[in-house]
């Protein structure tokens, strides 16, 4: 029996592959790829640029769909659920936070950050309680009203982090969440996450430059010709 099946993994991916082909032009990435994320459980992905880091990313995600192999997120298993199903499950029990924030241009700070909880059905009053308290947390309380192009850039990333986690989501995935951010500001932003998965057990899957932050991170991995290979302490 499917071990992912029994003891849920937060994102278990078995025998990943992906191949871009675009006309007569493949692109392949990579093959055979493996990866489990317990409940909890911080890693970050280094690599080259180019090397596949955002489309793992994408597939663990189910924002795009593998070539070959499976992606179970919280047990479930994403080729066998719907296109609603699948959107649903990643509002509920993902995050997102990439290196450009993404945020609505035409919403408010706090509009925003209530939309993936509205898309859960909850109500607006409740959506917006729980928007501006984690708005507040992340030390937005004064930028409510403040549409992104009227928020600095760490601003807005803050406000994207307050977005990917306001559903309190089993994992977050970051797309170097810190990579467009001056260095002060990008501990700030990363601290953030840490303190997530401390006070809430979310799973953090990070893919990023640093060194310093990946070091901080329960295992660290190197996507490298296809391959990912976990990295000893002393080679990070
Ligand atoms: N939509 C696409 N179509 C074709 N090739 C792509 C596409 N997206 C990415 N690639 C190629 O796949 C490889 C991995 O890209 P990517 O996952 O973005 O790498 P990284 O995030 O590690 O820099 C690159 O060689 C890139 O050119
Ligand atoms: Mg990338």
């Given amino acids: 029996m499917n071990e992912a099946l029994v003891t849920p993994a937060v994102i278990h991916a078995e025998h990943l592959g992906k191949t871009y082909a675009e006309g007569s032009l493949r692109t392949p990435v990579f093959d055979g790829l493996s990866l489990t994320v317990a409940k909890g459980e911080t890693v970050a992905i280094l690599g080259a640029s180019g090397a596949g880091k955002s489309t793992l990313l994408h597939l663990l995600g189910g924002l795009d769909t593998p070539t070959s192999g499976e992606v179970y997120v919280v047990g479930q298993k994403m080729s066998a659920l719907s296109d609603a199903a699948r959107g649903a499950l990643r509002n509920k029990s993902l995050g997102f936070v990439y290196q450009f924030h993404h945020l609505l241009p035409e919403f408010t700070a706090l509009e925003n950050v209530m939309l993936p909880v509205l898309l859960n059905g909850t109500s607006v009053q409740d959506a917006s309680q729980r928007a501006r308290a984690l708005l507040e947390s992340v030390g937005l309380g004064h930028r409510l009203a403040h549409k992104p192009g ?87």
């Fill in 150 to 236: 009227e928020l600095s850039g760490g601003e807005r990333q803050r406000a994207a982090v307050a977005r990917a986690l306001v559903n309190r989501p089993a994992c977050v995935l970051g797309d170097e969440p810190t990579g467009n951010l001056d260095e002060k500001t990008a501990a700030i932003v990363f601290e953030l996450m840490l303190a997530l998965n401390r006070e809430h057990h979310t799973s953090l899957v990070l893919v990023t430059h640093a060194r310093s932050l990946a070091r901080r991170m329960d295992r660290v991995l190197e996507l490298h010709e296809g391959k990912l290979r976990e990295l000893r302490r002393d080679e990070v």
